[in-house]
């Protein structure tokens, strides 16, 4: 190291396991609310290929979090075992503690996006919107809501450790669990095509995407929205977050 360059603070704790995705093809669809010649369609998924990248191999814990906290980097949140993932996080906590974290190690982290996520989340990702034929705006959330429900079983307010949800085939610990994780999508709005496809679209990224048993659109300052906050859909009973390293 030269004088002139600066010495960064020894790391907080442990380096997390990290686990490597390697690039793939999803079936993707954005989530929020489109029209087709004014009527409240769903898009129809699209193939879309991800690049390969780095996430955490559990979410961020109670220990982890605390020690973001107790250096100025993060604002208190609820209180967890330091061997349980941190909840009661909003998309706010989530993004300060990936700045903190990057600046304590030197290394770029940040939130997955929502097209990582999916990748990642592999046989355990869900997607409770209704298919593109269902062309009934009523029939659509009908059809929506009955797909949460199948997908989510039962809700489960119950905080495990983190492993308790055991690993998915990428070798992820607890995706889909009762913990949601924050992602940088966006809830879109737009127009579709004839096809199904979006063809015009814009983001309200004062609403983030949570990925779980199934994507749930949550305001971004929402810690806790089972008790109010979901934008669509049904609500997470936790959330929470993991990191992915790398710009």
């Known amino acids: 190291m030269t004088l002139s360059e600066p010495r960064l603070a020894?790391?907080?704790?442990?380096?997390?396991d990290m686990v490597h995705i390697a690039s793939g093809e999803i079936a993707f669809r954005p989530f929020g609310s489109f029209s087709q010649n004014g009527k409240t369609r769903n898009p129809r998924p699209v193939a879309m290929a991800v690049p390969g990248f780095d996430i955490m191999?559990?979410?961020?814990?109670?220990a982890q979090y605390a020690a973001c906290v107790a250096d100025g980097g993060c604002?208190?949140?609820?209180?967890?075992?330091?061997?349980?993932?941190?909840t009661g996080v909003n998309w706010i906590d989530a993004s300060a503690f990936a700045a903190w974290y990057a600046g304590r190690t030197g290394e770029a982290w940040r939130l997955p996006t929502e097209a990582e996520w999916q990748l990642a989340a592999a046989e355990?990702?869900?997607?409770?919107g209704a298919d593109y034929g269902a062309s009934d705006p009523g029939a659509q959330m009908l059809a929506s809501y009955a797909?949460?429900?199948?997908?989510?079983n039962r809700s489960d307010p119950t905080l495990y450790l983190a492993g308790a949800f055991g690993l998915n085939s990428n070798g992820l610990a607890d995706?889909?669990?009762n913990v949601w994780e924050w992602t940088d999508g966006c809830m879109q709005n737009g127009q579709l095509a004839a096809d199904g496809?979006?063809?015009?679209?814009?983001?309200?990224?004062?609403?983030?995407i949570a990925g779980g048993v199934h994507r749930a659109a949550v305001i971004d300052f929402v810690r806790d929205a089972s008790v109010g906050g979901c934008a669509v859909g049904l609500p997470p009973d936790h959330l929470g977050f993991r990191?992915?390293?790398?710009s």
Request: glycine letters at 10%; hydrophobic letters at 30%; proline letters at 15%.
């Open 243 to 246: 990191l992915v390293r790398g």
């Open 10 to 16: 020894a790391p907080p704790f442990d380096p997390p």
């Open 175 to 177: 995706v889909s669990g």
């Open 75 to 86: 604002e208190p949140a609820r209180a967890v075992s330091p061997d349980a993932p941190q």
């Open 124 to 128: 355990r990702y869900g997607d409770s």
């Open 197 to 208: 496809t979006v063809v015009e679209t814009a983001p309200y990224c004062g609403v983030r």
């Open 147 to 152: 797909n949460g429900v199948s997908l989510r």
């Open 57 to 62: 191999k559990y979410q961020v814990t109670g």
